[in-house]
């Protein structure tokens, strides 16, 4: 049984290095981002406007809170992304991915979702990434007393900066691995 929880900075590769570890560990990928960027497109936002209603709106965080929670109580075998998923779900094998701040915005910018807001250069990613963060400490202390950028709560932190998704993939597998045989012993 592996319950994965993966959090991190914006661009650092979480939902990438998520749906790998998944498919090493041959369990289900949940994506949290991706759920939230459905949540923002369906009422005609984007993911940084939802985020800005979330600063005053729980619901916007707390649906899809609770439903991680859920999948971590009843299911085993996954991955999950999502910046909150290691609190909701504490038993779980806790990674962190860091990544610098203008690589982060590279990654985005050559990748734009649409529930992004759309920027037009690098430098305007940087700006947005800034104020997804802000949003999201703000909220989550606001809601839960939490600060989901503090290293020290997550069992693996890997900065992912100057390494290709394989490369983290491995790193992390092997932690996990090492984790897991302590757990057994």
Request: include cysteine.
């Amino acid at each position: 049984m592996v319950k994965i929880t993966i959090s991190g900075f914006p661009g650092s590769g979480k939902t990438s290095v998520g749906k790998e570890i998944a498919k090493n560990f041959c369990c289900k990928f949940y994506s949290m981002g991706d759920l939230r960027g459905k949540m923002a497109v369906e009422k005609g936002m984007s993911l940084n406007e939802f985020n800005k209603l979330g600063e005053s709106e729980f619901w916007t965080d707390g649906d899809v809170d609770l439903y991680q929670k859920k999948v971590g109580e009843v299911e085993d075998d996954f991955v999950m992304e999502g910046r909150l998923s290691y609190f909701f779900i504490p038993q779980s094998i806790k990674v962190f991915l860091k990544v610098d701040l203008r690589e982060g915005a590279k990654r985005i910018f050559a990748n734009q979702r649409d529930d992004e807001d759309e920027v037009f250069s690098e430098d305007e990613m940087v700006l947005a990434i800034e104020k997804r963060i802000e949003s999201d400490k703000k909220r989550y202390e606001k809601y839960y007393k939490v600060n989901c950028y503090l290293e020290s709560e997550y069992d693996i932190v890997v900065n992912s900066t100057n390494m290709s998704i394989k490369e983290v993939v491995d790193l992390i597998c092997k932690k996990i691995g090492e984790k897991m045989d302590g757990r057994n012993s």
